[in-house]
């Protein structure tokens, strides 16, 4: 394994270190790897945070500034944060509007986010959960009951972040988050394992010529394994995928997320987007919106995961509004 670490026990608050570092506009608590906006919390402003394991930069961390979260718990890799990480941070942002959590749907995720919500509303801070589960690959796996949460999520943030930043109430916010993530499909498709810091060895084991459709986040199996074959072929089964469980009317407009897993070169997302615009120009959908690059990752893992969300002038409104963050800024 080579990996630029100092040792794998200390390679999040290592990298914590390091994002308080280069972006002074955060507020970085290393000891308790909770990552805050440095102007928080404000009066009056509906808050958003989510977390998840590390390994997944830029999210959640990358996500937090203007426009978008609040406050982001990262836990260890691929290991869910504890509900005293995401207490912190709700009580650590709460402006008195109330704080939105926005959650990926994995066992962990989702046990730690409630009872961090339970006893934040025991000390008298209004909690609304919005739960991201858009994967369509795989439902009811070892990690999940029901779909995952995956390549909606920052999209889900973005949205409901610009709303809570021009004033939209809790419920407002909520609403619009969970419309988001209702409008949102996501299929992964691995063409290399992973590998964590602690165990120095592959996830999983690919053959040279193997890939896996359908993959998870953290290297949870697809739908199948199969021998690769052209852009062409494996973009048209994970649109397929997604088309089939959330039609697109001829006439809609699409906001389209292809997001590298960590290992995939830029030039490939690109490719795999030209596959995407041709496939949807074929069905009459429109391209309102695009995000390319890699997002939501999976360490090193070379892959790519295709989200498509059906929009509307509100969303494309939203979507448009300024944000400044250490992974996205427009319009600042």
Known sequence: MKKLINSPDDVVTDALRGM??????LRVDVKNQLVYRADGPRQ???????????????MHGGFVGIGMLDAACPGAVFTSPVPDQML????GVDGGAGVVHIVKNYTGD???FQLAAELAADEGVKVESVLVNDDVAVEDSLYTAGRR?????PLVEKIAGA??????????VASVARKVNDRSRSFGTALTSCTTPSAGAPTFDLGEDEIELGIGIHGEPGRVRRKIGPASELVEIAA???????PF??????LVFVNGMGGTPLIELYVVFSEVARILEGRGVAIGRSLVGSFVTSLDMAGYSLTLLKLDDDLEKLWDAPVKTPALRWGT
């Open 20 to 25: 308080a570092a280069a972006h002074p506009e």
């Open 44 to 58: 009056g402003k509906v808050a958003l945070v989510s977390g998840g394991g590390s390994g997944h930069e830029p």
């Open 240 to 246: 397929s995928a997604i088309l089939e469980d959330y």
């Open 149 to 153: 949460g995956t390549g909606a999520t």
């Open 88 to 91: 912190a941070a709700t009580q």
């Open 163 to 172: 709303l809570a930043e021009a004033g939209g109430d809790l419920a407002s």
């Open 110 to 112: 989702v046990m730690n």
């Open 249 to 254: 009317d001829r006439g809609d407009r699409a």
